[in-house]
């Protein structure tokens, strides 16, 4: 089976994902919900503000939509495909997530438990609520898999790698989410990646109606040919 292939040659990208998800999920549960957050959020630079006001971003459901979009002009159409099921998949499950838990935001939580925390990063948006799983990480992650899985190059992983955990951080350092809420992100945006993944390079359920028209031609071909 193809994904089982991907997932041993792409050793290094899944490895080293999966090892950091579980040293982060052994320190979140070290520590209680607000020492963790200020753990991670001791620095804040005028310069990182700006940054990460800006790479948030890149987790947004758009810069999905958008690497669909050139995958399909460039004619990668299963490509696309598993880009767009990819962020789809992850961005259902992440709405149906946030509403079964509804867990509040770092900025509601402080405030109701009379926690002082002032360092909120200006003309960004904050929310109280739906705060459990960060959507903005499982969006960067569900990408970032999927372009390893794909392209099937090793060498893009770390940059891959680097991009989706560097989104992740700026959802706590922007004070929009918790550690717990971006691990959990991150593991629904691999999970949707690789169901993606092997729907359609795998079970092929999303091939074009033109080869499925043809296939049922030879088939019928081959039936109607003599022994």
């Given at each position: 089976m193809r994904t089982i292939k991907r997932l041993t040659k792409l050793n290094y990208y899944f490895f080293t994902t999966i090892s950091v998800l579980l040293l982060l999920l052994l320190f979140n549960f070290?520590?209680?919900?607000?020492?963790?957050?200020?753990?991670?959020?001791?620095?804040?630079?005028?310069?990182?503000?700006?940054?990460?006001?800006?790479?948030?971003?890149?987790?947004?459901?758009?810069?999905?939509i958008l690497a669909a979009v050139i995958l399909l002009a460039l004619r990668k159409k299963k490509k696309a495909m598993?880009?767009?099921?990819?962020?789809?998949?992850?961005?259902?499950?992440?709405?149906?997530?946030?509403?079964?838990?509804?867990?509040?935001?770092?900025?509601?939580?402080?405030?109701?438990?009379?926690?002082?925390?002032?360092?909120?990063?200006?003309?960004?948006n904050m929310h109280d609520q739906n705060s459990?799983?960060?959507?903005?990480?499982?969006?960067?992650?569900?990408?970032?898999t999927v372009l390893v899985l794909?392209?099937?190059?090793?060498?893009?992983?770390?940059y891959c790698l680097f991009f989706a955990f560097l989104v992740g951080y700026s959802r706590i350092y922007l004070a929009q989410h918790f550690l717990i809420d971006v691990i959990f992100g991150a593991i629904t945006g691999i999970i949707c990646a690789l169901v993606s993944y092997h729907q359609v390079y795998d079970l092929k359920l999303f091939r074009s109606a033109k080869v499925s028209k043809r296939y049922k031609q030879l088939k019928i071909a081959s039936q109607a040919s003599p022994i």
């Open positions: 070290s520590f209680s919900k607000t020492d963790g957050f200020l753990i991670f959020n001791r620095f804040h630079p005028t310069w990182l503000d700006i940054f990460f006001k800006y790479i948030t971003n890149f987790g947004d459901g758009l810069i999905s598993t880009v767009a099921l990819a962020y789809i998949y992850s961005g259902l499950l992440i709405q149906i997530a946030k509403r079964i838990f509804h867990m509040p935001r770092p900025k509601y939580f402080f405030e109701q438990t009379l926690f002082h925390y002032t360092h909120f990063v200006e003309g960004v459990f799983p960060s959507g903005h990480t499982a969006s960067a992650f569900a990408l970032a794909v392209f099937k190059k090793n060498k893009i992983s770390f």
